[in-house]
Structures are given as C-alpha cells and as structure tokens.
C-alpha cells in the first residue's frame, strides 16, 4: 500500500546530541512537510518542501533543519535539542496546492 | 485572531449516537479548503473528510459528513452512529489557496477536540 514512513517511531536523545528524523512516501507527492506537535496541541508546521523548493516558518528555531535528496525522502536534523524540543514530529504528503495531507505515524521525540 | 476555533474541548457520546463536532473558521480569501484530521492516541493523523469554499453539496464519507455553512463561516463534522473506535481527538484544519510565499500549502489547524465514545 502507497503509504507515509516515518522512523524510527520512538527516538530517545540526549540533550544537545544531535538526531535526524526522516519520513519517507511511496505517494509520489511533490510536497512535503514536517510539523511538531507538543501534548495537547495543535501540529505546527516547521516546513515543506515543494519538489526542491524549501520552505521555512518564519518561527522556526535555527536549530531545525531538512533536507529532501529526492522525491520520496525527507529529513529532519535537529542540531542540538533542548528539552523544550520534545515532541511529536510528524511527517506529510501532498500533491500539491489545495490537496488533503497525509500523514505519518509520527515519531515521539524524548530529550533526556 | 484565531482562523479555526473549535470551542469544545471534549465530547462525550454514547455508542450508536451520533454526535457534532463544531468548526469555525476566519478568512478572507475566496478559495479555501477545510479538513477534518483523527488522531487516535498512538499519534498518527488520519485523514477523514474535506471540503471546498466551492463546492455546493456538503461533502460526506461513510460515515462522516461536513455540516458546511458558509455564511457562517463553520464546518462541524457530524460522526453518526458512533464506534468505541471513534474515540480519538478531531482537529478541523484550513488552507487557503491564496497564502502566498511561504505560506503556500500551509494548514492551520484548530486546537482540536477530545471524543469519548461510551459502550
């Protein structure tokens, strides 16, 4: 089945340890995006990807980054996590303006 | 100001009941789409309905159905006849097709709601 992959689904780090999330789509999509989501709130959105085209938040911390090699993977670097940056990232596809989402399982971030 | 406000926090239903969701929304752009997410507690977003600032008909799948009241600007899911497996929490979401820049594709999501489905 055509589906969103995000791994690994659990990923404990340390404080200031970097780690890498990725997401991967067998969709075919030509966006993706990345969104972090604290305990009882909202997704928030750090960025997308249209094709090669990156997207930043204007509010996204320096310390996000992505990289998209090709159409079916996405990254997401988190170059020194802080505690406040536990969470649930979650991953999504779409095929372009306007089109429904279509998510990821997520991957629990845990900041130890 | 808020673009999509759900002002229920939780909701309680009994199985085989059919319970409303409520949306609204803030824009001024013409064009716009409204989504309806569920996110059990494992985490994952799925996916249920949508619809179009143009579309004429309320849109429905299975089960669900967009109560779309343009003027007022709302988009309440209507879930009927409840499941156990319903219970989850629901966040309504909008794009709107004229948010240039970087803002393109962007949804902006509602607080959501928790629903509790009782046997």
């Known amino acids: 089945d055509a589906m969103v992959i995000q791994n690994p689904r659990y990923q404990v780090t340390q404080f200031g340890k970097p780690v890498t999330l990725s997401c991967s789509q067998t969709?075919?999509?030509?966006?993706m995006y990345w969104y972090q989501q604290k305990s009882s709130q909202a997704p928030k959105l750090l960025f997308h990807?249209?094709?090669?085209?990156?997207?930043n938040e204007a509010d996204t911390p320096d310390n996000f980054q992505s990289r998209r090699p090709n159409t079916s993977f996405c990254f997401l670097d988190i170059r020194s996590p802080g505690l406040g940056d536990a969470a649930m990232y979650l991953c999504?596809?779409?095929?372009?303006?306007?089109?429904?989402?279509?998510f990821g399982p997520g991957t629990r971030l845990t900041v130890t | 100001a808020q673009k999509i406000t759900q002002t229920q926090p939780g909701m309680f239903v009994q199985e085989k009941e059919a319970v409303t969701l409520d949306c609204t929304y803030d824009?001024?752009?013409?064009?716009?789409?409204l989504f309806w997410y569920k996110q059990p507690s494992s985490g994952e977003m799925i996916f249920l309905i949508y619809?179009?600032?143009?579309?004429?008909q309320n849109a429905t799948e299975g089960r669900y159905s967009l109560n779309f009241q343009k003027a007022r600007k709302s988009a309440n899911l209507v879930i009927s006849a409840s499941q156990l497996g319903d219970s989850a929490m629901y966040f309504c979401?909008?794009?709107?097709?004229?948010?240039?820049?970087?803002?393109?594709?962007?949804?902006?999501f509602g607080q959501g709601t928790i629903l509790t489905v009782h046997p």
């Open positions: 999504a596809t779409s095929t372009g303006h306007l089109y429904e989402q279509y």
């Open positions: 969709l075919n999509h030509n966006v």
């Open positions: 990807y249209y094709d090669k085209d990156f997207n």
């Open positions: 824009t001024s752009d013409p064009s716009y789409g």
């Open positions: 619809q179009g600032s143009y579309d004429q």
């Open positions: 979401a909008m794009r709107e097709a004229n948010a240039g820049g970087t803002s393109y594709g962007k949804l902006t």
